[in-house]
């Protein structure tokens, strides 16, 4: 909450550089005819699970994309296109000639895949993108898009900003180029490469028609990216771990023992498990440097690229996972060095996991009861006004899940809904509970319960224990395990559960 | 008293409007007077009320001169100013109806008269304007009754008697001023149901309510619903048109009368409440599981509320089986004179110093226990709407800080996910024992000495200089400390917000005067002054 207030005060001061750069045409330079546009079009079919009804996945969508083609055969293209696909489709812009891909690297979080064709000599002709990566504040980018006919349709517009920005899966910010360009509608408009002189220096992130601004991601995270999909195992953006709160407050500072008008963030909460608390950061303490970079009382640094923008980038965009990175406190106003060995955090490791794609839901239904793991995937299926749609009791455990579970590791088990079954009369109202024991024993995944319910208690019971009202609900072991097939054939129940 | 557990029960009703205090009567459309038709209509749900609902029916029997007890009453109230609480609020008029009752009272909804500072009551027939007086007003069932002091007012008035239940599908006949009108309007419509409604007065208490489907609009509020001459209700809440039409909702005798008895003793004492949740018992499994007979008897208590009359007596897991020598069926409803009701209704005809008993199943035994109603369950009460309180709240440094109520909710309205638990979870998750007053940091007149504290808004304290703060007196207590400065700590991972107390000091009368703040704090919640009559009698 805190680091949100925080980076709108960020905003007012990230324009600062960058203005004196010099215009540079972005336009294509003229292509000799035999020369390819390093563009094709992506079509996907996907289908996203069902989280009301985990054991099936929704209806097919498609969508039609475009692609930036890079060096070894690779095509670039945003995560958020391919996450949950069926079925990749390669098709070149003059010819129409197509081929199947796969998809090689993702990061979800960084919204980033490369696409690999099938047939390796269908990008032969093509001449890759280089990527330019000193895009600054005043340079023109031109967005990238195709007419029907396969004729390039660029369209010029202007860096206003870079700034760290949410990306959609909003985990931790990154690095976002904002550019003031008027897009012309076209089909395949998903993803829009944004080219400097010939050179990729983004990819589109999102685009508000009203205000007719764009934001990319920009060449620094693409290269990222890029660096860590040529190695072996794609461990993904570093995360550290804390929250922070600018000092500008002089009470607060004083408070902390800062004296004087010196930099820093003050630091509100550091997550366990993670790199801050490993290399013993602490509540209180005052990030003066990071990557020795001086930072300021809002928590920017001085990049030579941009000017002033949030020390978060340092650990983003500059940094990989395995990097140790040193972070100048100051702890009670002693100054202090601490070494931070950066790490990517799962979605995994969260116990609300922030996203999850490509990976049917966990579920498992007990007599007509439906338990699900809360996780931020879930609470989506109530749309992009989830936060205010979705039950606000569970969007309250996701929201503030460190705070409510600081030591991690595990899952919060919910009673999803109820099918109405002979064992489920009198439940059939209930939904959106969070299961605390069953047969007595606390529950941290569905994998507990699934242990669990194997061990009724006396009597052939099984009793599940809810935090909220009704507090306690009672099944018959023997009717639940008699009327499972029943419940399979009536409700389309391929399986009970999936618990992998 | 049935309370409305949850906050989500509350919002369902949210588009029921009450019909006295809406101050632009110009912007609803006019009455349009029906004719009589002699077919009689079927009472209609609210989810077929699409189709503009029922043709009145002539009634039976003719009500008799109602005019010689109806009275129009014209109440001009403060509303509190939650944002600016230091002021007096804005000014309101509202114009609602009620008649005469014997020993020379007049019955209206406490909706019509809540937070007035001055109430006109006039008469068909009559030029005179009286200026009339709050007697007792009861904000959880929505009644009040004021008087005339102009000693001839109530001579030519014939007080009106009060009926039983009316029958369903039986005619009845609302009187009122509705849309702000000088004369009487009379409409007449059916009994379509029967049943626990949340009254939206206090958004909070359940009672009976009878649905009714006479026209019913702002200003019939107060009035009669007759039938043979006999009070069978009076008009107080229904939907507004774009939620359902002719569903309009009156309170039945039950409940007038035990208002009129409870104040009998010269003040009134509120609804008693069990203070308890409970789900119904119809899973055989679960009834077999808590060695119950298959008997279709008993309900399962959820929750106890600490702060309730049953904390020491019931426990989750208990089973409730009779009340008062009445069988619980396991749906809740008990038999009380041959109907069907919610077994909080015998709960809802008890008063304050009564008791009741209860046999119950624990830990597979019958047990027979005593619940004395001595105690209200007041965490209830911030989840509900307060009138005739002034709010509290303390300022220090430009920083506004105010306990959490559902008025504080709806004046600003936040969206802070921690701020919306801490209401809407108050009671169930009991945590009133940690937080008696939850303290929000609900606004910050700005000034040099807060101009870094913005982020801190909407933050709930939990302590200061490392003193927990439980109470909004603890907060003022601690403020008038003389530290060096103040760390306070809201809940939840944040900075403390720091303050220099002699530079708050310092800014002290600076912001007062620049926002212009009459008063620092108030820590009572006594009625605002008004006439000495009243005020003794509130």
Redesign the interface.
Known sequence: ??KR??VTFGLVLVTVSGTLAKKEPAVPTPLSKQKQLALVRVNVTGQSYDYFRPWQKKAPFSKRALGAVLSKGRVLVTADLVGNQNYVELERAESGEKTAAKVQVIDYEANLALLEPVDKTFLDEITPLEITPDTVVGDRLAAWQLEPTGALLATEGLVTTVQMTPYPIDVGEFLTYRISLPMQYRENSYTVPLVKNNKLAGLMLRYDSRSQLLDAIPAPIITHFLREAESQNYRGFPSVGF?F??T?????R??AGEIGKGGGV?V??VEPNTPAMKAGLK?GDIVTAVANNEIDQNGNYVDPLYGKIEFTNLLTAHAYSGDVIPFRIERNGNPMQLNVTLEHRDAKDYVSPPYNFDQPPRYYVLGGLIFQELSRQYLKEWGAAW??EAP??L??LD??Q??LFPEGNRRVVILSQVLPAN?????DELSYLTVTKVNGKEIKSLGDLAEAVKQPIE?G?I?IETE?????????AA?VADEAPILQENYGISALHRLD | MKRSLSFVSAILLFGAISYAQQSNPATSPPAQPEAPAAVPSRSVSPAQAVVPVPVPIAPPKPNGPVQKSLVRITATSVEPDYKAPWNAGALERGVGAGFVITGNRILTNAHVVANSRYLIVERESDPNKYPATVQFIANDCDLALITVSAPDFFKNMVPLKFGGIPALESTVSAYGYPIGGERMSVTTGIVSRIDFQLYTHSSIDQHLAIQISAQINPGNSGGPVMQSGKVMGVAFQGYSGDVAQGVAYMIPTPVINRFLKDVSNGHYDKYVDLAISYSKLQNPAQRKFLGLKDDDRGVLVNTVVEAGPSATVLRPGDVLLTIDGHSIASDGNVELEGERADFQEVVERKFKGDSVKLDIWRDKQPMTVKIEFLKTAWPYLIQGHSYDVRPRYVLYGGLLFQPLSLDLMEAYRPTDLRLRHFFEYFILEQLYLQHPDVIVLANILPDPINTYLAPYRGGIVDEINGKKIRTLDDLARTFAETPERFVIRMIGDGPPLVLDRNKVEAAREQIKTRYNVLKEQNLEEKPESKSPEQANNI
């Open positions: 909450m805190h207030l925080f929250s709160f600018p500008r407050d002089p009470e607060l004083q408070f003050y509100t909460n509540v936060q205010r606000q009791r969007v309250y929201h503030f460190s705070e064992s489920t009369i009198g439940y009597g019971f009793k909220e009202d009704p507090k306690q609900i009672d099944l018959d009717q």
